[in-house]
């Protein structure tokens, strides 16, 4: 399924060298949009790049630490010069570290909200007169810890929680030009899930309707629906993409 309005767009996604971030990448690929793929991790993000290119789509790999205005700037700059516009941010990086409160370090809270709230905020300042020069769309990643609690992740849900409240301002602030939605995923098979046993996993599986895990590539749709113009009138809101986690109480 392609959505319509994509083609020839220019794109920058975040946290993009694996995870929700690599299928976002490639889905925006796959529908005509230059995709910039953003990360610290240099070889991952080569390999996502290469992995599109290989398909036939456009995509460059592109260091950016998200908590440093610099990186913001001298991305701006290049995505300047080499496109002259942006047309698609989706800020999707993140850090979780888990601890409750009472053990998380101050530097680790810090550097949470700083990868997960403070960068898009750095992000959108960085691109602002750009998107709304094309009436372009942005697309936040925070995740149904912004409406439920888990135990341990105190920073993370601080930063998904602000993003979902950001991302309503980000719309009110850049109306009508640009649109700002925020998709909120639940448990979806990434590498984070690596650690976890079989066993684990299907016991957590138990609590979604679905009763399975998500695929990145089923955020990645939602992501790039938000993104096209077929979600024209859709802005300043948010997209659960959980499987029916945040809907379901168990006994």
Not at 9 to 23: C, E, L, P, Q, R
Not at 51 to 71: K, M, N, T
Not at 197 to 210: S, W, Y
């Amino acid at each position: 399924m392609s959505f319509r309005g994509l083609e020839g767009k220019v794109a920058v996604v975040t946290g993009a060298a694996s995870g929700i971030g690599a299928a976002c990448a490639i889905r925006l690929a796959e529908e005509g949009v230059a995709v910039l793929i953003a990360d610290i991790d240099d070889r991952g993000s080569r390999e996502v790049a290469d992995a599109i290119i290989a398909q036939g789509f456009r995509a460059e790999a592109v260091h950016l630490d998200v908590s440093s205005a610099d990186d913001w700037a001298d991305l701006a700059k290049r995505v300047q010069a080499d496109h002259a516009r942006l047309d698609i941010l989706h800020s999707n990086a993140f850090l979780e570290i888990k601890a409750p409160v009472h053990e998380l370090e101050r530097a680790d809270w810090d550097r949470q909200l700083a990868v997960s709230l403070t960068g898009t905020y750095l992000g959108v300042q960085a691109f602002a007169q750009m998107l709304v020069a094309s009436q372009g769309a942005i697309v936040l990643t925070s995740s149904v810890h912004a409406l439920l609690g888990f135990a341990g992740r105190p920073a993370y849900a601080a930063a998904k929680g602000g993003l979902v409240a950001l991302g309503r301002q980000l719309a009110v602030e850049y109306a009508p030009a640009v649109r700002v939605n925020t998709v909120l995923p639940g448990s979806i098979m990434t590498p984070a899930w690596d650690p976890q046993t079989e066993e684990e996993m299907a016991a957590h599986a138990a609590g979604i309707l679905v009763a399975r895990l998500g695929r990145a590539e089923e955020v990645a749709a939602a992501v790039a629906f938000l993104a096209s113009s077929e979600a024209s009138y859709i802005t300043g809101t948010t997209l659960v993409v959980d499987g029916g986690l945040s809907a379901f109480k168990g006994l």
